[in-house]
C-alpha cells in the first residue's frame, strides 16, 4: 500500500501543469528525433540538456526521460519505412519491418511496433516500481566474467538461428568483430587496423556508419538491381478500421511481447549493457524458438514485436543501476545521470528517502509517457504511410542524403560519410552472395563490450580462462551458448545423414542395367 500512496502521490506531482506540458513536448520531440537516422536518443538528450537548466529538477528529469521513451518509439519509423535504422536500439526492428513495408502493410508493423513498446515499456515501469532495490543488487552480481558471457549468448542466437548457413553467418560476425577491432587498443592505446594509416580510423568504425551504409545506401542498390531499374511503389492506404485491425492481430504475439519485455528489461539493469543488446538478443531468441524460423527476414510481425518490446524495456531497466547504484546503464542514462548532478541530485540508495518527489515523479510520467507516446505515434502513422506513397525516383534520393547527413552529423567528419558507401557497396555484393548482414552489423556493436570484458576477466583471473566456468552465472550463460550453437549443427548432420539414407535406399530400389525390378 506505501509503493501505491508513492506512485499517486508522483503522479500528483507529473501532472501538475509545467510537468504535464514538459512530458507531452518531450515524447513528441523524442519521437521525431528518434525516427531522424543518425541521431537517437544519446544524441537528443545531449542536445536538450541545456533546456533543462530553466526548469525545476523533477520537470527537467520528466522532460528528458520523455525523449528518452519518445526516441525509443521513433527509431522504429526509420527502420520500417526507410529500412534505415534510427539508431542501434532499431536495427533488429529492420530486418522484418521493412519487409512488411514493402509488402503494402507498414501500417501492421507502425501498429505492432508502437504497441510493442507501449507494453514493453510498462512492464519494465512496474518491475521498477515494484522491485528497484533488489534487482539493482543482483545486477552488481554481474562482473566482467558474466557480462562477457552475456554477449557470448548473444552471438550465439544469431549463429544458432542461421539454419543450413552456419559457416557464412559466423563468417558474417568475424567481420564485424575485425571492425569493431578498429582504432585504439582499449588496454594500451596502441593503434591496431589502422588500413592505409588513415586517421580516420583511429577512433574506430561507428555503428552508425555501419547499420546506415548497409541498410541505406545498400537497400538503395539492391532495390534498384532487384527491379530492374523499375521500381513499383505499393500504393498503401491506411484507416482507422485497419489500424483497429492491425491492434486487434496482435494478440497472436502477446507470448512474443510479454516474454521479450522480461528479457529486454533484465539485461537492461545490466551495468553498461544497455537497449541494444536487449534488443538483438530478443530478436534472436525469438526466431530460434520459433516454429517457423524461415519467415524471419521475409515480414514476420513477431520479429517487429520482439525488439520494439525489447528495447523499450531495457531503456527503463538501464535508469535502474542510475538512480539505485549511480551507474549508468546506457550512453543515455550516462547523460542522465550528468544532468542529475548538475541539478544537485546524487544518486544512489538514499535518493529514494531524501527525494522522494523527484524520484516517485519521475517514475509517474514514465507510465504517462509511455501512453502519450503510443498515442501520438498512432495518430501519426497515415503521414508516415504518405512517405511510402512517394514514387521511388524522389523516395531514393531523399534516402541518400538522409544517409550521408545522419553519418556526418554525430562527428562532423567526411571520412564517415565515405565509409558510408563503401559499406553501401559492400553491403550490396554480400547480399548478392546470400551473406547473412545482421550478424554482421550485431558483431560490431557488441565486439568492444565483449572485448572489454573479455580482457578485464582475463586481467582479474591472471590470466585464467576457467574464469568463464568457474563463476556459477558465467558458467550457465556459456552452458546455453553451447547448447545454442551445437543444436543446429546436430539437427544439420542429422538431416543430412536422413537425406543421404533416403537417397541410398532409392538407389538400391532402382533397376539394375535395364533389368525389370
Not at 519505412?81 to 542501434?88: D, E, F, K, N, R
Not at 543515455?332 to 548538475?342: H, K, R, S, W
Not at 544512489?348 to 524520484?359: A, K, R, S
Not at 583471473?461 to 553451447?482: K, N
Request: charged share 10%; with cysteine.
Amino acid at each position: 500500500m506505501e509503493i501505491i500512496g508513492h506512485l499517486l502521490d508522483g503522479f500528483a506531482t507529473s501532472f501538475e501543469p509545467l510537468n504535464f506540458g514538459l512530458l507531452v513536448l518531450g515524447c513528441t520531440v523524442g519521437l521525431f528525433v528518434g525516427a531522424l537516422p543518425g541521431l537517437g536518443s544519446v544524441n537528443g538528450v545531449a542536445i536538450l540538456l541545456p533546456v533543462t537548466f530553466f526548469v525545476p529538477p523533477t520537470g527537467a528529469i520528466i522532460f528528458l526521460a520523455a525523449i528518452y521513451y519518445g526516441a525509443m518509439f521513433g527509431g522504429a519509423i526509420s527502420s520500417i519505412m526507410l529500412g534505415i535504422p534510427g539508431a542501434s536500439t532499431a536495427v533488429a526492428t529492420t530486418f522484418d519491418g521493412r519487409p512488411l513495408a514493402m509488402k503494402g502493410l507498414a501500417h501492421i508493423a507502425l501498429v505492432a511496433a508502437a504497441t510493442a513498446s507501449f507494453i514493453g515499456g510498462t512492464i519494465s515501469v512496474f518491475l521498477f516500481t515494484l522491485f528497484a532495490p533488489p534487482l539493482a543488487e543482483f545486477a552488481l552480481r554481474f562482473g566482467p566474467a558474466e557480462n562477457f558471457a552475456l554477449m557470448v549468448v548473444a552471438f550465439a542466437t544469431f549463429i544458432g538461428l542461421s539454419g543450413d548457413d552456419i559457416p557464412k553467418t559466423i563468417f558474417s560476425i568475424l567481420i564485424g568483430l575485425v571492425l569493431s577491432a578498429v582504432g585504439l587498443d582499449i588496454i594500451s592505446g596502441n593503434p591496431r587496423l589502422i588500413f592505409f594509416d588513415l586517421p580516420g580510423f583511429y577512433k574506430g568504425i561507428s555503428f552508425i556508419v555501419l547499420a546506415i551504409g548497409i541498410y541505406g545506401i545498400g537497400e538503395i542498390l539492391w532495390t534498384l538491381d532487384s527491379s530492374k531499374g523499375k521500381v513499383e511503389i505499393a500504393q498503401h492506404k491506411v484507416s482507422f478500421r485497419a489500424v483497429l485491425s492491425a491492434l486487434v492481430d496482435l494478440r497472436k504475439t502477446w507470448r512474443t511481447i510479454l516474454g521479450c519485455s522480461f528479457l529486454g528489461y533484465f539485461v537492461g539493469i545490466l551495468p553498461a549493457a544497455g537497449a541494444t543488446p536487449g534488443s538483438l538478443m530478443a530478436y534472436g531468441m525469438t526466431k530460434s524458438m520459433s516454429k517457423h524460423p524461415e519467415r524471419y527476414g521475409k515480414g514476420e510481425v513477431n520479429g517487429v514485436v520482439a525488439p520494439e518490446a525489447a528495447n523499450n524495456a531495457a531503456s527503463t531497466g538501464a535508469m535502474l543501476p542510475m538512480l539505485t547504484l549511480g551507474i549508468p546503464g546506457s550512453p543515455t542514462t550516462a547523460i542522465l545521470l550528468g544532468g542529475m548532478i548538475i541539478w544537485g541530485l546524487e544518486p544512489g540508495p538514499l535518493l529514494f528517502i531524501t527525494n522522494q518527489d523527484f524520484i516517485w515523479g519521475l517514475i509517474s510520467s514514465l507510465y504517462s509517457a509511455n501512453l502519450f507516446t503510443l498515442i501520438i505515434n498512432l495518430a501519426f502513422i497515415p503521414l508516415f504511410i504518405w512517405v511510402l506513397r512517394t514514387p521511388f525516383a524522389i523516395l531514393a534520393p531523399i534516402i541518400f542524403v538522409l544517409s550521408l547527413v545522419g553519418g556526418f552529423a554525430p562527428a562532423n567528419s567526411m571520412h564517415d560519410v565515405w565509409m558510408i558507401l563503401l559499406f553501401g557497396v559492400a553491403g550490396y555484393l554480400l547480399r548478392k552472395l546470400n551473406y547473412p548482414m545482421a550478424p554482421a552489423v550485431l558483431a560490431i556493436v557488441l565486439g568492444p563490450l565483449a572485448e572489454k570484458y573479455f580482457r578485464q576477466a582475463m586481467i582479474i583471473s591472471h590470466g585464467d580462462p576457467l574464469t568463464f566456468v568457474e563463476r556459477p552465472i558465467s558458467a550457465i550463460f556459456m552452458f546455453v551458448a553451447a547448447v545454442m550453437v551445437a543444436y543446429p549443427v546436430i539437427a544439420t548432420i542429422r538431416r543430412r545423414n536422413a537425406t543421404a539414407a533416403r537417397a541410398a535406399a532409392a538407389a538400391g530400389d532402382a533397376p539394375v542395367d535395364g533389368a525389370p525390378r
